[in-house]
């Protein structure tokens, strides 16, 4: 894709946020913007009738979401490299945008160098992302490897008896509920505090409610 002319799909519903990604990808002799999309319904037309190498889309859309756009084209042009460009960085929105199929993101506030130099990333195979969006994900990842680290760690018989310390029971209610010496609660107690890296009961409890370890409900 790098050794010929690149054409791009814009869908951005700001008038002047458009025409400066026009610009600036304009400016690029190898990039040809194909369409300047306002609406959700423009880039999804633009999508089926055009056959571009990338599309660049808003999220927050008047008529529909960047989301519904991300997934059509990689459904009907799973070739097409699809890149994020919005004013929404929250959880929410980064990872739906990236489990849909985006493969860059960057927030609204990238200079309009930046983002000329993040679509050359982008159609030489890399994912432009914008460093407080990269931080975030980081933390996401971190964050789900720690909790399947907890899944396996913690036995069935530990979660057991994390739940009926949750619930309030004593160690011997614990111990008479699962059928096991009330002298092997504890044991089991020390080995889930190591486990978890905490402190107290109400530290464990807190730690498998968050992870969602336990359901006290």
């Not at 194909?34 to 056959?51: F, H, N, V």
């Not at 992302?129 to 933390?139: G, K, M, P």
């Not at 160690?171 to 009330?182: C, F, R, T």
């Amino acid at each position: 894709m790098t050794d010929r002319e690149v054409d791009i799909i814009l869908v951005e519903d700001d008038p002047v946020m458009l025409q400066s990604l026009q610009t600036s990808i304009g400016s690029e002799g190898d990039f040809t913007v194909r369409a300047a999309c306002a609406s959700y319904a423009e880039g999804s037309k633009a999508i089926d009738t055009i056959p571009a190498d990338v599309l660049i889309t808003d999220l927050k859309l008047p008529d529909g979401h960047g989301f519904d756009l991300i997934r059509q084209a990689r459904k009907t042009r799973p070739e097409m490299e699809i890149m994020v460009i919005s004013v929404l960085g929250d959880e929410q929105s980064v990872v739906t945008a990236i489990a849909s199929g985006a493969s860059g993101f960057l927030l609204k506030d990238s200079r309009p160098l930046d983002i000329a130099q993040s679509v050359k990333q982008l159609v030489a195979g890399k994912s432009p992302i914008s460093t407080s969006v990269a931080r975030f994900i980081i933390q996401i990842v971190q964050g789900t490897e720690k909790d399947n680290q907890s899944d396996e760690l913690l036995t069935k018989r530990e979660m057991d008896i994390l739940w009926g310390i949750a619930k309030g029971f004593t160690y011997k209610d614990v111990a008479e509920k699962l059928g096991i010496s009330s002298n092997t609660v504890p044991t089991h107690i020390k080995n889930i505090y190591r486990k978890l890296e905490v402190n107290s009961r109400g530290e464990a409890v807190f730690e498998a409610i968050q992870r969602g370890l336990i359901n006290i409900s």
